[in-house]
């Protein structure tokens, strides 16, 4: 460091510092002046509170028995003083009606309740209807011959927030119960107590995407052909390239069908039309359909009950068939009408599905749909053709099994628990939505050509579901391998 010896130098040093200082000083207190304060203010986030969501499960269900006609008395000694023959048009069918929740006896109440306008299965109001909790003895059949069988629908209420979903189950007994002499002719003499029942029963679980108890492998089904009504809207909007590509989208899924499915096609803009009635001249339908011209306004509500109408009682409208309305709009309506108007057609078997075409209340037409996998959205008229075809695959590609085999296979498999796909259009295991519901069909068959070797041998058997949150978990069911105590199952 130089050392500077000039007087006038280091006096002028000393005071720009010491001016520094003083301007320092003067700026503080000039900041202070008026309040010996600090500037403040204060902002509180008060009331706080965490609640937790709810996860509940709920169900009703449907178990029938075909064990032959004139068995009434029989069916009854076995346990169920209530049950009931099922009649097509009068005539005995020789399936019985074992037992279901609803009970027969609230069935028109609960139907009241269900086609109310946006009715909510997990209501307090749905509770003294609905399964929740408690063990439900559904087969309990002690003179089961060949050639019968037993069948269970369950619809599945998912409440409140979404999950994944798993089916379970146990055979929780399989006994010989002694041998009879034919018995004994045909497999020997009994060494260890176990039956050959769970070896011979065939049993098949299954998505039952339209709750009729009945399993279709495609959209015809082994036991039912299609009736399918295409219901477009035509109003003043639809002009242009929407109607165009709407007609071609829709015969491109006629030209999916063959026969005995039928279509029919329903236009509807301030009021509906039938243009084609239910047939299998396929060129017809289609035909009536490049035959559109747009105008009016939108009346969602009269389309769907023109094409109910016909699917329900057409002139070639078939009892038993299974039946699928595709309903179009780009537009909006009366929602009470719609609603009001969709409920009664899936009350009475039809499956509906929605298709939101650019501006259309998507929201409103997911309501009307079957369930959420039934809704689709099209935002651009160009995006008809993939949405038809996933349709078309959909209802042609029939419903997905879950499990098939013999029951001691299938039930091999329920013990270590099948988590369900809560979205079988998408890639991967996707869990189910909150407020959702989900139909299982669970059916058994004592195969015609079974031997002697199955006589007086029993098996006992449980199956139930259970739900798991689906927000932050990326290994559902992983921390929980049984069956928790909130279980909802049959026996």
Request: overall charge negative.
């Amino acid at each position: 460091m130089t050392e500077h010896n000039d007087p006038k130098l280091n006096s002028l040093s000393r005071r720009s510092i010491l001016g520094g200082i003083g301007a320092v000083g003067i700026a503080s207190a000039g900041a202070g002046l008026g309040t010996s304060a600090f500037f403040s203010d204060e902002e509180e986030f008060m009331n706080n509170s965490l609640q937790a969501g709810t996860l509940d499960l709920k169900l009703d269900y449907k178990a029938t028995y075909l064990g032959g006609q004139g068995r009434l008395a029989s069916v009854e000694a076995m346990g169920y003083p209530n049950v009931e023959e099922i009649t097509d048009d009068g005539e005995p069918t020789g399936r019985y009606l074992l037992a279901q929740a609803p009970s027969p006896a609230d069935m028109q109440e609960w139907e009241d309740l269900v086609q109310g306008e946006a009715f909510d299965f997990c209501s307090p109001a749905a509770d003294e209807f609905l399964v929740n909790g408690d063990g439900i003895p559904m087969f309990t059949l002690d003179d089961v011959k060949p050639g019968d069988s037993g069948e269970v629908t369950v619809s599945i209420h998912i409440c409140d927030n979404p999950g994944y979903l798993r089916m379970m189950g146990d055979i929780t007994g399989n006994a010989e119960n002694g041998q009879t002499e034919p018995e004994i002719n045909a497999e020997g003499e009994d060494t260890d107590g176990i039956g050959e029942l769970a070896d011979a029963i065939e049993v098949c679980v299954w998505y039952d995407e339209d709750c009729d108890n009945v399993f279709e492998p495609t959209g015809t089904g082994q036991q039912q052909e299609l009736e399918v009504a295409l219901v477009s809207d035509v109003s003043g909007s639809m002009s242009g390239s929407a109607l165009t590509s709407l007609q071609s989208a829709a015969t491109s899924f006629v030209d999916n069908l063959a026969s005995p499915d039928e279509a029919a096609a329903i236009s509807f803009s301030t009021s509906a039309t039938t243009d084609q009635e239910l047939t299998t001249v396929y060129q017809d339908v289609k035909d009536a359909i490049n035959g559109y011209t747009a105008g009016g306004g939108t009346s969602i509500a009269s389309g769907i009950d023109e094409g109910a109408d016909e699917l329900l009682n057409g002139t070639n409208a078939t009892v038993g068939a299974s039946k699928v309305m595709l309903l179009l709009s780009d537009g909006n309506s009366s929602a009470s009408a719609a609603t009001t108007a969709a409920n009664a057609a899936k009350n009475a078997g039809i499956r509906l599905f929605t298709i939101a075409l650019g501006s259309a209340n998507t929201a409103l037409l997911e309501s009307l749909a079957s369930s959420p996998d039934d809704a689709f959205v099209a935002p651009d008229p160009a995006d008809l053709d993939t949405v038809y075809a996933e349709i078309a695959q959909i209802v042609l590609g029939g419903e997905q099994k879950i499990a098939e085999g013999t029951m001691a296979e299938v039930f091999a498999q329920l013990s270590e628990g099948v988590i369900l796909d809560g979205d079988r259009q998408e890639e991967g295991l996707q869990p189910y939505p909150g407020a959702t519901t989900q139909c299982i069909g669970f059916e058994w068959t004592l195969p015609f050509d079974v031997g002697n070797e199955v006589q007086t041998d029993s098996v006992g058997f449980d199956f139930g579901f259970e739900v798991e949150q689906s927000r932050h978990n990326e290994t559902p069911f992983a921390a929980n391998n049984t069956a928790p105590n909130g279980t909802t199952s049959g026996n």
